[in-house]
């Protein structure tokens, strides 16, 4: 982790397996896939393999594509000539062409439409492209990494990814595991997370106590890293102290911390879901696109579930 621009945590061996990985195929120019849950840092670390190899001072490119509506995406991916359609009055760049021999991100490549995969196995295959509505061939000099919290290979089975696709994508591959996997990062994580985000909430100098420590430790953490930071920065906000103790905490990681938690406090999903979204609100002081950000789900999906729980 020389490059001080972009971090992985790397302490429990699981994560330094992925960091050895990480660093072996960073010099690589072959296609990349990242899978793993949701909030484990699949994004973190993409930006760290493109900091780590000869692409760092090159562009980095990332397009979210479960976000933007499938008939965006094309616009987006390959750019598009004016007049292209309805709407398009001036010509546009996609980010194929403006990663030039950088890196360029497919986040959630599994919710491209299959007409959208179709194009993207050309690029795949040839390494070239047109802009919508144009002629002239382009040619695709970056390096693509895919990210997917899904199982593409189930996908491909039900016939909703393309396997000649799939198969292009998984030519190298790194499977981030989840934070309960890795027991051994989430005090260091912590710690990290504090470094970073104390100064932003005015408390530099903010830490642990053993009790919020052994809480933490003790939680089961569906959200992964992302639900972590979401509960340290809930911590900053609401403590009154520099030292965070166990009640400045969310209430879900309290309840998992008191005597016979594991067994009489089992809580489902959806409850599980309700405590995260309201937190993660309550955290983002009702900032609906910052706490959608956070929370690795679209604006309309996070209104639509803040409608459902009545989280309103």
């Given at each position: 982790?020389?490059?001080?621009?972009?971090?992985?945590?790397?302490?429990?061996?699981?994560?330094?397996?992925?960091?050895?990985?990480?660093?072996?195929?960073?010099?690589?120019?072959?296609?990349?896939?990242?899978?793993?849950?949701?909030?484990?840092?699949?994004?973190?670390?993409?930006?760290?393999?493109?900091?780590?190899?000869?692409?760092?001072?090159?562009?980095?490119?990332?397009?979210?594509?479960?976000?933007?509506?499938?008939?965006?995406?094309?616009?987006?991916?390959?750019?598009?000539?004016?007049?292209?359609?309805?709407?398009?009055?001036?010509?546009?760049?996609?980010?194929?062409?403006?990663?030039?021999?950088?890196?360029?991100?497919?986040?959630?490549?599994?919710?491209?439409?299959?007409?959208?995969?179709?194009?993207?196995?050309?690029?795949l295959e040839e390494r070239r492209f047109e802009h919508l509505g144009g002629t002239e061939s382009l040619r695709m000099e970056a390096?693509?990494?895919?990210?997917?919290?899904?199982?593409?290979?189930?996908?491909?089975?039900?016939?909703?990814?393309?396997?000649?696709?799939?198969?292009?994508?998984?030519?190298?591959?790194?499977?981030?595991?989840?934070?309960?996997?890795?027991?051994?990062?989430?005090?260091?994580?912590?710690?990290?997370?504090?470094?970073?985000?104390?100064?932003?909430?005015?408390?530099?100098?903010?830490?642990?106590?053993?009790?919020?420590?052994?809480?933490?430790?003790?939680?089961?953490?569906?959200?992964?890293?992302?639900?972590?930071?979401?509960?340290?920065?809930?911590?900053?906000?609401?403590?009154?102290?520099?030292?965070?103790?166990?009640?400045?905490?969310?209430?879900?990681?309290?309840?998992?911390?008191?005597?016979?938690?594991?067994?009489?406090?089992?809580?489902?999903?959806?409850?599980?879901?309700?405590?995260?979204?309201?937190?993660?609100?309550?955290?983002?002081?009702?900032?609906?696109?910052?706490?959608?950000?956070?929370?690795?789900?679209?604006?309309?999906?996070?209104?639509?579930?803040?409608?459902?729980?009545?989280?309103?």
């Amino acid at each position: 982790m020389s490059d001080p621009r972009v971090e992985w945590i790397a302490v429990d061996p699981a994560s330094r397996r992925v960091l050895e990985l990480a660093e072996r195929v960073a010099s690589a120019a072959t296609n990349l896939l990242i899978t793993g849950e949701s909030g484990t840092g699949k994004d973190q670390l993409a930006r760290f393999i493109h900091e780590q190899g000869p692409r760092r001072d090159a562009p980095y490119q990332k397009i979210d594509c479960a976000s933007l509506p499938p008939e965006l995406v094309e616009s987006e991916l390959f750019g598009h000539e004016r007049g292209a359609f309805t709407g398009a009055v001036e010509s546009k760049r996609g980010r194929f062409e403006l990663a030039g021999r950088g890196t360029l991100v497919l986040d959630e490549v599994a919710a491209l439409g299959l007409p959208v995969q179709a194009k993207l196995l050309r690029v795949l295959e040839e390494r070239r492209f047109e802009h919508l509505g144009g002629t002239e061939s382009l040619r695709m000099e970056a390096r693509l990494i895919a990210l997917t919290n899904s199982n593409l290979a189930r996908a491909v089975a039900e016939h909703r990814f393309r396997e000649d696709v799939f198969f292009r994508l998984n030519v190298l591959a790194i499977e981030v595991p989840p934070l309960r996997s890795r027991p051994g990062d989430l005090l260091p994580l912590s710690d990290h997370l504090l470094r970073r985000l104390g100064p932003v909430h005015g408390r530099s100098e903010a830490r642990l106590d053993a009790e919020a420590q052994a809480a933490l430790a003790a939680y089961s953490w569906p959200g992964n890293v992302r639900e972590l930071k979401n509960a340290l920065e809930r911590a900053l906000v609401f403590a009154q102290h520099d030292v965070l103790g166990i009640s400045d905490l969310p209430e879900s990681i309290r309840t998992a911390a008191r005597p016979g938690a594991a067994s009489g406090n089992l809580r489902s999903l959806e409850q599980l879901e309700k405590e995260a979204i309201g937190a993660t609100l309550e955290a983002t002081r009702y900032k609906i696109s910052r706490a959608a950000e956070i929370l690795g789900i679209s604006r309309k999906t996070l209104l639509e579930k803040r409608k459902k729980y009545g989280l309103l």
